[in-house]
């Protein structure tokens, strides 16, 4: 259905219809000039975080769905990272007329799938035009006491460094969506080749293929703009690799981990949540911490499934875990004195430690060379203009 | 300079070195996963709008510092529309690749000289690419006291309708803004067209003129992309409408009539920020309220410049001040107790009354017939996509 059929309050009765607020901190939540809250007795924590269409996912490769759930996961993500509990959210989409009612259906049925996995109340937002692509903003707000919060400027020397899960994961499933998108677009080629070759009626309308969504591993965009060209069926080829598509698209923030290491007493000294790479994020809590620290590459968690991805892509599985962003897991110090209770954590690794300031940040090889950690990003923009600052 | 060359974490230094929170509630701003704000006595109110490049907003009439201030203002009126004071804000942006460092450092003095005229912290935000203009988000935070709570259901039958300031201006201003582009693109294409006529080199890159900034009315832009044609000197003609523009250029949130209503001791039923047309938002307040309301004419209050422009337009000066949006000017509802005390508050009109839902939302005209009021919105847009929930 189009969106203007529905009109725009409409659409926004459709979408949050239902939504009933659950957290007893929301007061009042889709519907006036404001959402309302209520924290008496804990501190606010407050996130944001957007989305670009182009620059942050491609509808090619992930579905609406997945698209609804990791936006609402990459901000809950940074509340765990505070140590906070996420609470209520507010939703802005600005969306291109190619998208239907429907869609705007799946991005908020995979959105409120990931909110109710961690009981948190949409209770507002903006849903407006934009006249080229998907562009969505996030802002998530949680709740933790004021002795609870871990900022990223406590780690301290001695400290043990830790993560949670495994790195790399999602940025080798991200080459692994790209290698077959190229292999599509390949196919879409030579089909387009041959069909203006042989004059069929399909080749006067060429330009379907380029701009129509172009589909790959995701059929139901395939159905929303079909090539004119006669193309092969397609088969992306992931088996074997289903962990590192479902880490690039159905990411996980782990409020697990915050929950363990409550249950078992640890409260870490500094933390954060993996976005942008190991690297990347360590350097931060040294700055911010007026610390080094030393980092062993043997150490580092790394799935399987990535070191094969890896070897087959010519690449070295360590720089993808250290500069892979996407993870979301959970990097944190603690004291030294925690390294028995930490070792008792399921999923959490201990990958070094934390060193004076003068020492810089050192990653041990195996081979037991030393090198300085440099942050590359994940995102082959982000040494332009993707930058994120809370 | 190129954004570049600062590098992601250089250039939100740059944007937010200097930056100071000043209220008691902000206890962390820029620079964690999280900022951190403390209520324990009061409301939380959260409120979020985006704004999209071509939707909008236009870079060729509006510069980029009237942009933030805008961009801000809109934000903190939503905050005053609930009958609270703003207190933070996070704001993110996405940018395309012709934005400079200078034009975000205009973008954020804008934004921060609206933050510092109603005392508001910036407190984080998320800065990333975009493929095609510029896309902003912002969130504003506020507080009220539970009791000081204004939604827009709690308008009652013979309750007051007001309104503040004057009505129509802001789209007076837009129709002013888009007239004076359509007479500077009529002379490019004219220089154009000469320009080919006589073979000169500059015909040579006639795509410059389309694909560059095409400017108008403000020079900065105009630098920024200067057609390669030969355009003679243009200068919009605002004579006389210096206001309009005002208007449209430099949204002003109403907390002075926020501070006067409470000097008096008056406390809406009912109120909403006039973003989208009087009408419109009239009917938000009488669908919530389950009322109906009665409007005069003759009572809705018009500029004079207004008036002279709908004139020159052709157009009914009446369907602009109920229809036009982005005047952001406070209707709210109050007691008819209250009669003696709001007319005695400046810068406040009556315009009519609240009555039996049965009795529908009418507009009395200045020949005493009567008309259904029926909500337009002011973006053409606005039946498709353009539709704010919170």
Redesign the interface.
Known sequence: M???KL???G??DRL?ADIKPNNEST???????????????S????????L?????FDLTYIDLQHLGWKSAMVNIS??F??N?TPR?M?V????S?RFTVEDLEQFYSGLRMACDKWGVDI???????????L?I?I?C??EAR?ED?V???GARETDLVCVSGDLGAAYMGLQLLEREKAVYYQMVDEAKRKSVAGGSPASTNPSRVDGGSPASTNPARVDGGSPAVNIPDFQPDFSGKEYLLQRQLKTEARGDIIQRLREAGIRPTAM??ISDGLSSELMHICK?SHVGCRIFEKQIPIDYQTAVMAEELNMNVTTCALNGGEDYELLFTVPIGDHAKIQEIDDVRLIGHITHESLGQVLVTRDDQEFELKAQ?WNP??????????
Do not use: W
């Not at 802005?92 to 969306?95: C, K």
């Not at 209770?123 to 692509?133: L, P």
């Open positions: 189009e969106i203007a009109g725009e309050f659409l926004i949050t007061k009042y939540g889709v519907g006036d000039d404001c959402a309302v809250l209520h924290y008496p007795d501190e606010v924590l407050v996130t944001t975080d957007m670009m269409e182009g620059v942050h940074d509340i990272a505070m906070g209520q507010t802005s989409l600005a969306i007329k209770v507002g937002g903006d849903t407006t035009s934009s006249y080229t692509g562009a903003s802002t707000i949680g004021k919060i900022y990223r400027n954060m949540d911010q990003g923009l982000s040494s332009e203009s993707n930058a994120k600052h809370a």
